[in-house]
């Protein structure tokens, strides 16, 4: 049991293509945040509705970077617009992403067209880009608020299958991949899309709390709690799936799980087993039980609603690992196992993520001094 084809030894798919699903589900999750408000009217999410809505574009910005990072030649990545190919899978998720940014952009014109008149009537070089965004219409009255309420909610509604179908997208790449049986699972699409929710969540929820400590807000208790419930709901039902994938591997007990099981043990133990089950899924999944079964005072339920959010971070983070990077580790031998760890300052390096990572928060900044997200937000007493 130790024999691996020559061109599998090194990992192709890296760090790179790990960050991929993984910024692209922030972007499902979020918009499903947002969403709950303009289409549902869970009236609790209004303090975080703008802000959510605001960081699924901003994520949507770089969801496709690690992936041109990747590419050898990342300018080829237009030719899937100029000469389109309807049967190829990776062309479907470039048709789904700009459909998506798209209906995103439109989004935002419409639930803060408001707010870019105010900006662009206060005159400057951004009033000026305001009125540009604008196309230099800033008239405004009470009819033309209510058609833009009903034209964003159509679009939020619209939206929601949509924010689904690219992130469950990025699952069946995977779980299409009939030669790979870590990966080749109809679960896996599923998987993705809620454990996509779960990190869109969590990083409003982390996020959420960071902006409010470093202004001096009072956080909304209603929303947070809510946020809390949500969170804690769906991570169940991703978590709950990732399980019955493996146990139903594990049951059938096909000429794959000899090999499956061996994966498991010696090469997926600690990042699978310990880590994103056993320490992040586990403690995060008592966390937020504790916070929505009993009546805690709000400081320790904010502590726990926030410690339980960041760790589901990670628990998504390496859940992306464990299939992206232990699906490589398995030789198409079936009788061997290689070996990757990242490097730091490589091309496809631990820097060049985190930068990718940190840069859509800095944005969000920028996009919050020209048009404010918390618009409510109430200063703590002293």
Same mark, same amino acid.
């Given at each position: 049991?130790?024999? *691996? #084809?020559? %061109?599998?030894? %090194? ?6 293509? *790990? ?18 408000? =303009?289409?549902? &009217? ?8 703008? #802000? ?18 990747? @590419? ?9 617009? *100029? ?10 998720? &470039?048709?789904?992403? +700009?459909?998506? +940014? ?11 067209? $408001?707010?870019?008149?105010? /900006? ?20 405004? +009255? ?6 833009? =309420? ?16 690219? =992130? ?6 995977? &779980? ?7 990966? $080749? ?20 929820? #982390? =996020? ?59 090469? @997926? ?15 995060? #999944?008592?966390? @937020?039980?504790? +916070?929505?079964?009993? !009546? ?25 690992? %464990? ?8 030789? !198409?031998?079936? /009788? ?12 496809? &390096?631990?820097? *060049? ?14 996009? %919050? ?14």
């Amino acid at each position: 049991m130790d024999f *691996v #084809f020559p %061109n599998e030894v %090194n990992v192709t798919w890296t760090v790179m293509i *790990v960050l991929y699903p993984y910024i692209t589900g922030l972007v499902a999750g979020a918009f499903i945040v947002s969403s709950l408000y =303009h289409v549902f &009217g869970v009236e609790a999410l209004r303090p975080v509705a703008r #802000f959510s809505l605001a960081s699924a574009f901003v994520f949507l910005l770089f969801a496709t970077l690690p992936l041109l990072i990747h @590419l050898g030649q990342p300018t080829r990545a237009f030719n899937i617009m *100029v000469t389109p190919n309807f049967t190829s899978a990776m062309a479907g998720f &470039g048709y789904i992403y +700009s459909a998506y +940014s798209l209906l995103v952009v439109l989004e935002i014109w419409f639930v803060m067209r $408001s707010e870019f008149i105010a /900006r662009a009537r206060r005159g400057g070089l951004v009033g000026l880009c305001c009125r540009a965004i604008l196309l230099g219409n800033l008239f405004e +009255s009470d009819a033309t608020r209510a058609a833009d =309420h009903r034209i964003a909610r159509v679009l939020a509604g619209v939206g929601i299958p949509m924010a689904c179908l690219l =992130h469950g997208y990025v699952g069946f790449l995977f &779980g299409s991949i009939k030669a790979n049986p870590w990966w $080749s699972t109809p679960l896996m699409f599923v998987i993705f899309i809620f454990s996509a929710i779960v990190s869109g969540i969590a990083v409003l929820i #982390f =996020h959420y709390f960071v902006v409010s400590w470093i202004n001096g807000w009072k956080v909304d208790q209603p929303c947070v709690r809510s946020l809390g419930r949500y969170l804690w709901g769906f991570m169940i039902v991703a978590v709950a799936l990732e399980l019955l994938e493996i146990m139903s591997i594990a049951y059938k007990q096909t000429e794959e799980w000899e090999v499956l099981g061996q994966l498991i043990e010696q090469k @997926l133990m600690i990042t699978y087993v310990i880590l994103q089950f056993l320490v992040f899924s586990l403690v995060p #999944f008592l966390l @937020l039980a504790i +916070s929505a079964l009993f !009546k805690l005072r709000d400081k320790l339920a904010n502590a726990i609603i926030w410690t339980a959010a960041t760790m589901l971070l990670f628990q998504v983070l390496l859940m992306r690992w %464990n299939v992206v990077v232990g699906g490589q580790l398995l030789s !198409k031998s079936m /009788r061997g196992f290689t070996d990757y760890f990242p490097g730091l300052w490589e091309k496809e &390096g631990l820097a *060049v993520a985190a930068v990718i990572f940190t840069l859509p928060f800095g944005i969000l900044w920028v996009f %919050n001094r020209i048009v404010p997200l918390f618009p409510n937000a109430e200063r703590r007493s002293a």
